[in-house]
């Protein structure tokens, strides 16, 4: 394991624990990890990942002005929410659409430009589908919206074999721990909306 690993490993637990209880010191912990992931993944060539850095990276920003910045019409922060049923439904569709197209142009990114990407990625396609649902849950989370969580316990259970056949066991026993807190999370937001209706 790399400093690099260890360090972008330990903010992004701590990040995620803290986007769990809503706090928003979480947006600037999540950016020091986004940093660190972002050389970790590139060195191991999973390209998709190591772009989704930059979303998050960007996300986390808005996601920080998003909680902070009060609402016009009510003139308080941010509280979770569930996402509108037809805006999740074409959300989940939009998803699935870009991550096939993602993992086609991943599954050739070493062809296309040979000087930036000089091996063929691994696993494209699943590295890509994680990649996307990655994207949309972090922009439902930006948005409050607990939907976010579900995303989150899919793209753990399939980070958990991807990073394990890649050799960074120590990545895969993170989305061991990160399906254990996603879980959490949606628990702890979902009795936070239920709390807020009563």
């Given amino acids: ?45 999973l390209y998709s990942d190591a772009l989704e850095q930059v979303y998050y990276l960007f996300v986390s920003v808005y996601g920080w002005w998003r909680w902070s910045t009060p609402q016009p019409d009510t003139g308080k922060v941010l509280d979770v929410r569930y996402c509108p049923h037809r805006k999740f439904l ?4 939009v998803t699935i659409v870009v991550a096939i197209a993602l993992g086609t142009v991943m599954s050739r990114v070493h062809l296309l430009l040979p000087t930036i990407f000089q091996q063929p990625a691994s696993y494209p396609y699943l590295d890509a589908i994680t990649t996307v649902m990655s994207f949309t849950a972090m922009g439902l989370m930006a948005q409050k ?54």
């Fill in 1 to 45: 394991m790399s400093y690099i690993e260890l360090l972008g490993t330990i903010f992004y637990l701590w990040s995620v624990w803290l986007i769990s209880k809503r706090e928003i010191l979480t947006w600037a912990v999540g950016i020091v990890s986004v940093l660190l992931y972002m050389a970790l993944f590139y060195q191991i060539r």
């Fill in 90 to 93: 074409l959300t989940a569709v």
């Fill in 145 to 198: 919206c607990i939907e976010s969580w579900y995303y989150w316990i899919i793209v753990d259970i399939i980070g958990i074999g991807l990073y394990y056949a890649k050799e960074v066991k120590f990545i895969s026993l993170l989305y061991v721990i990160l399906l254990f807190m996603a879980i959490n999370g949606l628990i702890s937001w979902r009795k936070a909306a239920k709390m807020r209706k009563a």
